[in-house]
T-cell receptor, first 112, second 112 residues
């Protein structure tokens, strides 16, 4: 049972570089989300999707893009990395509303 | 604005102690409240609460919701060093996307 798989686990970027964080789930869940976790800030929602082809912004979307071309995959793109994007990123999926969310193992991103 | 507040921010106890963690919320159109345990990596699901006054229990952990006073508690009895973690509270609102709003967490440290 793979659940939610995130890659990479660690990444160091230089300011201005772009990259994509990958997220895949094998549970046929409709709902997928990206969060960032910073010390003292809890988990904050970046972008989310309620199904293939449907995405929307969360609480802190600036500097990030997402797409959802399949039910399984929900990549997060950093367009031009900034030091303020240094964080731990979690992808999560849920079957529907009113169900638990399953989290990936996280990506620790450092922007220098 | 939707808000989830957890207290205390951190807590240090000795093995065998009983602890109570608190989560209060202000969310428009509340649907459910979820508790997660986060050790080094991904948050793992503990409980989902939707109805007031009904205790959910799993081993030494239990939780209850008060929808009138807008809070939940998570109790851990006979604590063990393996209970050391950050405990996260999340609230789901009945919005179009039913996203989860997280508190900042309570860091519990259990000393042998």
């Amino acid at each position: 049972n793979a659940g939610v798989t995130q890659t990479p686990k660690f990444q160091v970027l230089k300011t201005g570089q772009s990259m994509t964080l990958q997220c895949a789930q094998d549970m046929n869940h409709e709902y997928m989300s990206w969060y960032r976790q910073d010390p003292g800030m809890g988990l904050r929602l970046i972008h989310y999707s309620v199904g293939a082809g449907i995405t929307d912004q969360g609480e802190v979307p600036n500097g990030y893009n997402v797409s959802r071309s399949t039910t399984e995959d929900f990549p997060l793109r950093l367009l031009s990395a900034a030091p303020s994007q240094t964080s731990v990123y979690f992808c999560a999926s849920r079957r529907t509303a009113n169900t638990e969310a399953f989290f990936g193992q996280g990506t620790r991103l450092t922007v220098v | 604005e939707d808000k989830v507040v957890q207290s205390p921010l951190s807590l240090v106890v000795h093995e065998g102690d009983t602890v109570t963690l608190n989560c209060s919320y202000e969310v428009t159109n509340f649907r459910s409240l979820l508790w997660y345990k986060q050790e080094k990596k991904a948050p793992t699901f503990l409980f989902m609460l939707t109805s007031s006054g009904i205790e959910k229990k799993s081993g030494r952990l239990s939780s209850i919701l008060d929808k009138k006073e807008l809070f939940s508690i998570l109790n851990i009895t006979a604590t063990q060093t393996g209970d050391s973690a950050v405990y996260l509270c999340a609230v789901e609102a009945r919005t179009g996307a039913n996203n989860l709003f997280f508190g900042t967490g309570t860091r519990l440290t259990v000393i042998p």
